[in-house]
Structure formats: C-alpha cells, structure tokens
C-alpha cells in the first residue's frame, strides 16, 4: 500500500555542497535536493551511507525510486516564514582544517570558507510502498520520531531533526481553472508563459509582504552512476503566483492534491 507521509525538518545551519565550487569559498544550494533529502531519510531508516568509491551507498539503491516533494517551511499557526521569497539567510564561516589529512600544503594546514545556510527549515513530503520493508520502516520511524542515525543537512556538524510528521490522504491534480503548486516544481516550460498576470491598479494598496515572486534553482536530482557518480540536474521553480490551467510545469512529473497543497511528486 503506498502512502504519504510528511515531515518539517529544521537545523541550526545547512551546507549543501555544490560540487562545481574550489576556492575561494565553497557554495551551498539553497533549496534541499533529493539526493539530500534520501541520505536524511537513509539515516532515519537506519541505511549505510557511502563506503566505498565508484559504489552508491546502501541508502541510495534501496531509496532512490521514492517519490518526493519539497518545499521551503511556512508556519500556517503562527504564520511564520523561515525564507524569503524561497531564500534562506546565508553567512559565510571560516575554519582551519589542521589534522594534516585534508591538504597536501605545507604543515598540513587548509583554510576552508563555506557558505552556510542559517536556519534552514522544509517541509518534505515521501510516497511510501510498505509492502517493502526498508521503506514500512521508515515510515514508522519518521512518524515516532526514531532515527537509526544522527541525520544532517549537508554535513555531519549540521545536525537536523524533524517534526509535525503526519500522514495525508491525496489524489491526481487535473487544473480546472487557475491553480497554484505549493511545492518546488521540476520545471520543463517557461514559467512566465503560465503565470496568471496580475493588473497594476492605482489607488489599490499592496500587501508589499505577499507580492508575487518566481525562485529558480538548478538542482540535484539523481545521481549518474558509474563511472562519473555525479549529480543529475533539472530545472525547479517555486512561487507563491497562480498558474494558467493549461500550463504544464512538466509531463514527466505527477501532481497531487493533499487536504491543503497541490505539489508535484519526482
């Protein structure tokens, strides 16, 4: 039986490696990706991560056909928002790394500057088969808070943990008029081309607090096997405007109706 689950993970900080950036500073994307968000999952489920080079990790092979969504966390109770038009607050943190295993220079000692999420929070929706064991057990792990492992955004000092977790009925999303995508969307068309367009009326105050904003972001998606072991990426969007009902973000891609949200499962 298939089920979906959704969960708010939070951390203090988040730095999700961009793997095209050397010095002088190492950038993170801003947006949890996929392949993040199954290594959280993984060390929720209690799977092995990477061990070996030109293999993927155990977490990956038994995972990877989940159907996720994503989206940045918004409070409906307090109404909180912990981004800003889809962007998450950054600092850049410097560091020496002196143990003499990480730089071949001379004492051994390599200077690290990293951008760094500050309080990045999302909230994640997984389809889940519990017909097959690893993911029945994760299911039941997420929704009584257990992890076999410490789950991290990113990187091991970036701790994270997860809350309001919650199953949700759902169903196939057919637009019948204009419609909005509450989660980050794989995007195949130009998203201009389907936004409803607004009219500037004068006299008319504006909310300056929800006007409407289009974030897009070049994302991890997969994984491309051997004998690179590097990211795949596509195209997302997120925005808070209304969609034409003949636009198709993607023909690849699923959209569902939960009790509150339309997202797009990948």
């Not at 793997?19 to 060390?43: Q, R, S």
């Not at 003499?100 to 994640?124: D, F, H, K, W």
């Not at 196939?172 to 389907?194: H, M, Q, R, T």
Request: net charge neutral; with cysteine.
């Amino acid at each position: 039986m298939t089920e979906l689950i959704s969960l708010d993970i939070k951390a203090d900080f988040g730095m999700l490696k961009k793997p095209d950036t050397n010095e002088p500073v190492y950038l993170t994307f801003n947006m949890l990706h996929k392949p993040a968000l199954l290594g959280i999952l993984g060390a929720i489920a209690g799977l092995k991560g990477f061990t070996k080079n030109g293999e993927f990790p155990e977490y990956y092979e038994l995972l990877k056909d989940i159907k996720v969504s994503i989206m940045p966390l918004e409070d409906e109770v307090s109404n909180k928002k912990y981004h800003e038009r889809g962007n998450f607050s950054k600092t850049i943190i410097k560091y020496n790394n002196s143990t003499g295993m990480a730089s071949e220079e001379a004492g051994g000692n390599l200077m690290v500057a990293e951008q760094t999420l500050i309080s990045p929070a999302y909230r994640c929706f997984v389809l889940l088969d519990t017909n097959i064991a690893e993911q029945k057990k994760l299911r039941e792990n997420i929704l009584s808070y257990q992890a076999e492992f410490v789950p991290y955004l990113g990187k091991n000092e970036c701790s994270a943990w997860w809350s309001n977790a919650k199953e949700h009925k759902y169903s196939e999303f057919k637009p019948d008029g204009f419609f909005k995508i509450n989660s980050l969307f794989v995007k195949e068309e130009a998203l201009i081309n389907g936004v409803k367009k607004t009219r500037f009326i004068p006299g008319i105050r504006k909310d300056f607090y929800n006007l409407p904003f289009m974030y897009f972001e070049n994302l991890p998606y997969s994984y491309v096997g051997a004998p690179l072991f590097q990211y795949s990426y596509r195209p997302f969007a997120f925005t808070n405007s209304e969609l034409k009902e003949g636009y198709s973000p993607s023909d690849s891609f699923q959209l569902l109706k939960t009790e509150t949200n339309v997202i797009q499962v990948y």
